[in-house]
C-alpha cells in the first residue's frame, strides 16, 4: 500500500487476509499521504515473527494513515499486530479499535520509531499481547481507552511487559469509564535507558490500570495523574521475575523480584487523586540492588493532592518522595490530604529531601511502624487542619520545621517539649508553630521557638532565644528566659516574666501591660521606649525590676519588692510589702514615688550619687518630698512630708 498504488483497504466481516509465508499481511511500502484501512473481518500474520500490518521503512519520514479496526474485527499476528519500521517524524497516524488487535509474543501495536507524527490511539475494543507490551506509543501520542489494554496475557509471568510504554517518548492517556489497563510489570509505563518524556494520565471513575508486578503507572521521568477510578501496583512473588539481588542490579539470587507502586514517577509530579492509588506488595531487590518497598506513590517531589473520600496507600510506605534510590529528592514536594494516606507496614508519608517541602492534613493519615510523616533535613512545614487525623508521630526531620494551623477556628494546643499537639498524634523535631484563630496554648521547648499566635485571645510560652508574636486578640506572653523578639501584635496585650531576664534592645513591641513574677529578675534597661511593669508577688517573696530608658510606669505588690526606673521620668508605685526604689548612676531623671511607706520602705542610692544622707538635698514641697540631685536627676516621694525622712529611709551601696 502508498499513495501511488493501493491506499485505501477495506476487509468485510466476512472475509479475511491471512498469510503464513510471508513476513506481513499488509505492508505499507512507499510514501503515504492519506492511508485508509478498514477492518471488519481479520488480517493476520500466522508465521511465526510474522506481523499483521508493517509501515516499512520505504514511506519515509513522514506518513499519514487511518486504521480503524471495528466490532468483530480481529488484527492479529505472532510479532507486533501493527508496527511501524520507519522513523517517521512528521504526518497523522490514527487508530480506532473496537474489536481485537493481538500479538503473541511482539508489541500489539509498536509505534516506538515514530517521533513527530500526530498519533491517536483511541480503543473501545481489546489490545493485547501474550508476552510484550500491548502498546508502544512512539512520541507525543495520545491514548485514549475504554476498552481492554492488556500485556502479557499468557499464562504466567513475563518481564519488562506493560500495558502502554511510552518508553523515552511524552504522552497522554485518558482511561475512560470501563477501561481496563494491565500488564506483567506496569499498567502504564514510560521509560528507556533512565530516559522518558513527561506523560500525562487521566483515570476516570469505574476505569482501572494494574501493574501486576510492577507501578499501574511508572515513569523514569516526570509528569502528571489525575485519578477518579483504581490505580493498583502488585507483586506477582513469581521466580521468573528475577532479576537482581542485593546490591546488585541484573544479577538474579533466586528471590522473586517485584516493587508494587501505585504510581511511581522518579522526577517531578503532579497528581490529584479522587479515587484509590494503591501498592499492594513489593519482594526482592531493584536494578540498584536496593530492597524493594511498595508505595501507594513514588515520586522525585512536585505536588500531591487527595481529595475527601480518595485513598493512598502502600503495603510499606503511602507516599514516598527520593530520588528513586533512597537519595535526596530532586524537586520541592507538596503534599495536601483531605482523604486518607495510610502505609500498611512503614511510614504514612515519608520525604528524602533537602529542599523546604510542605504537608497540608485535613484528612487521615495513619502508619504501621509508629511514624506517619517524616520530613527530611529541610525547613519544612506542617498544616495541620481542623479535620487532621494522624496515626503515629510526625517528625519535622533535621531543618528548621513549623507546625501551622491557618484552617482552624478553635483552640489549639501545642507544646513542643512534651511532643503534643493538636490534630496530630504526637510531634518532634518542629521549632515554629502558628497557630489558629482560636484561643491557642502554645509553648516551646528548649530550642529558639518561633512561637505565632495568630487570631484568637492566645497564651505563648517562651524561653531563651524565642521569638513570640501573639497576633491578633488580647494575648498573653510567659517568658522564662530572654527572648529574640516578642511582639503583642493588635488587641490589648500581657508579658509574663517568670525568669531572670534581661531583655536586648527593640525585643519587646505592642504590649500594653508587663507583669513579673515572684521571685524573677526583670531588665529593661536597654529598650528605648517607656513600659507598664507590675509586680506580681506574694508575701513574704519578691520581683526585681529595672526599667526602661523611657517613662516608665511600675508597680510593686505584695512582697518585698525592688524597683528601679532607670533613665526617663518614671512613677515607681509602692506595694504592700517592704519595697525599695533603688537609684544607681545619674541621669535617671524626674522619678515619682506614691505609696512610700515610711519606716517599711527604703530608697537605695549609690553611693556616686550621695555618699550619705547628710549629702542629700531634701527639699519640702508639702505634701511631697523633692530629694534633689542637680542636673535633672530627682525623686519625687509624693504623699511624704520631709520632716518625716530621715537616715532609716535610705540605703547607700
Known amino acids: 500500500m502508498n499513495t501511488a498504488g493501493v491506499n485505501d483497504l477495506t476487509v468485510e466481516a466476512t472475509a479475511a487476509i491471512s498469510v503464513s509465508a510471508n513476513a506481513q499481511a499488509v505492508r505499507f511500502t512507499a ?3 492519506d492511508g485508509v484501512i478498514t477492518n471488519s473481518g481479520t488480517i493476520e500474520d500466522t508465521a511465526g515473527a510474522g506481523r499483521a500490518i508493517r509501515i516499512e521503512t520505504g514511506v519515509g519520514s513522514s506518513f499519514t494513515a487511518t486504521f480503524t479496526n471495528n466490532a468483530g474485527g480481529i488484527i492479529q499476528s505472532d510479532d507486533d499486530a501493527i508496527q511501524v519500521q ?5 504526518g497523522t497516524i490514527g487508530i480506532e479499535n473496537a474489536g481485537l488487535i493481538k500479538s503473541t509474543v511482539g508489541q500489539a501495536i509498536d509505534f516506538g520509531a515514530v517521533n513527530g507524527a500526530t498519533v491517536t490511539l483511541t480503543n473501545t475494543g481489546a489490545i493485547q499481547s501474550g508476552a510484550n507490551d500491548a502498546i508502544r506509543t512512539g512520541a507525543n501520542a495520545e491514548v485514549v481507552n475504554s476498552g ?13 511487559t506493560d500495558g502502554v510504554d511510552f518508553r523515552a517518548f511524552s504522552g497522554s492517556l485518558h482511561n475512560l469509564t470501563g477501561g481496563d489497563i ?3 510489570r506496569h499498567g502504564v509505563n514510560a521509560g528507556d535507558n533512565d530516559v522518558a518524556g513527561t506523560i500525562i494520565v487521566i483515570n476516570e471513575a469505574g476505569a482501572a490500570i494494574t501493574g501486576r508486578n510492577g507501578s499501574g503507572v ?3 521521568g516526570g509528569g502528571g495523574v489525575t485519578n477518579y477510578g483504581t490505580i493498583t501496583g502488585s507483586f506477582s512473588n513469581d521466580i521468573a521475575s528475577d532479576v537482581n539481588s542485593a546490591g546488585a542490579g541484573g544479577t538474579p539470587d533466586g528471590q522473586a523480584d517485584g516493587d508494587g507502586d501505585g504510581v511511581d514517577f522518579d522526577f517531578q509530579a503532579t497528581i490529584i487523586n479522587y479515587g484509590t492509588i494503591q501498592g499492594t506488595g513489593a519482594g526482592g531487590h531493584g536494578s540498584d540492588g536496593l530492597a524493594n518497598t511498595s508505595e501507594g506513590i513514588a515520586a522525585g517531589g512536585g505536588s500531591i493532592t487527595n481529595h475527601a473520600g480518595a485513598t493512598i496507600s502502600g503495603a510499606g510506605i503511602g507516599i514516598l518522595v527520593d530520588d528513586s534510590s533512597q537519595g535526596n529528592a530532586t524537586f520541592q514536594t507538596t503534599i495536601v490530604n483531605d482523604g486518607t494516606i ?9 520525604l528524602v529531601s533537602a529542599l523546604a517541602d510542605t504537608i497540608e492534613n485535613n484528612g487521615t493519615i495513619t502508619s504501621g511502624n509508629g511514624t506517619a510523616i517524616l520530613f527530611g533535613s529541610g525547613d519544612n512545614t506542617l498544616t495541620l487542619g481542623s479535620g487532621s487525623s494522624i496515626d503515629g508521630q510526625s517528625d519535622g526531620g533535621l531543618g528548621t520545621n513549623t507546625l501551622a494551623y491557618s484552617g482552624w477556628t478553635t483552640r489549639v494546643i501545642v507544646n513542643l517539649a512534651s511532643g503534643y499537639a493538636s490534630g496530630a498524634d504526637g510531634v ?7 497557630g489558629s484563630g482560636g484561643a491557642d496554648l502554645l509553648l516551646g521547648d528548649a530550642g529558639a521557638n518561633v512561637l505565632s499566635g495568630g487570631g484568637g485571645n492566645d497564651r505563648l510560652y517562651g524561653d531563651l532565644g524565642d521569638t513570640l508574636n501573639g497576633d491578633t486578640g488580647t494575648d498573653t506572653i510567659t517568658l522564662y528566659d530572654a527572648p529574640a523578639d516578642v511582639d503583642g501584635g493588635d488587641g490589648s496585650d500581657t508579658l509574663i516574666v517568670d525568669g531572670t531576664i534581661t531583655f536586648a534592645a527593640g525585643s519587646i513591641a505592642n504590649v500594653e501591660r508587663i507583669v513579673v513574677e515572684d521571685g524573677a529578675l526583670a531588665d529593661f534597661t536597654l529598650l528605648a521606649d517607656g513600659l507598664t511593669l507590675a509586680a506580681r508577688s506574694s508575701a513574704g517573696g519578691g520581683v526585681e525590676i529595672i526599667g526602661t530608658a523611657g517613662a516608665d510606669r511600675i508597680s510593686a505588690r505584695l512582697g518585698n519588692d525592688t524597683l528601679q526606673g532607670g533613665a526617663g521620668d518614671d512613677l515607681l508605685i509602692g506595694g504592700s510589702g517592704d519595697d ?3 537609684y544607681a548612676r545619674a541621669g535617671f531623671g524626674k522619678d515619682t514615688v506614691t505609696r512610700f511607706a515610711d519606716g517599711l520602705d527604703k530608697v537605695e542610692i549609690s553611693t556616686t550619687l550621695a555618699a550619705d544622707f547628710g549629702a542629700l538635698t531634701i527639699v519640702d514641697q508639702g505634701s511631697r518630698t523633692v530629694i534633689d540631685f542637680g542636673g535633672g536627676d530627682m525623686i519625687v516621694l509624693r504623699g511624704v512630708h520631709a520632716t518625716d525622712v530621715d537616715a532609716s529611709d535610705f540605703l547607700f551601696v
Do not use: C, P, R, Y
Not at 148 to 160: D, E, H, K, P, Q
Not at 342 to 350: H, Y
Not at 428 to 434: M, P, S
Open 218 to 220: 511508572g515513569s523514569d
Open 182 to 184: 494491565s500488564a506483567d
Open 86 to 90: 520507519s522513523a517517521i517524524t512528521s
Open 31 to 33: 510514501a503515504t499521504t
Open 580 to 582: 525599695t526604689f533603688a
Open 428 to 434: 518532634a523535631n518542629f521549632q515554629n508553630v502558628t
Open 342 to 350: 495510610e502505609g500498611t507496614a512503614l511510614f504514612g508519608i515519608k
Open 148 to 160: 481492554t489494554i492488556n500485556g502479557g496475557t499468557t499464562a504466567g509471568f513475563t518481564a519488562s
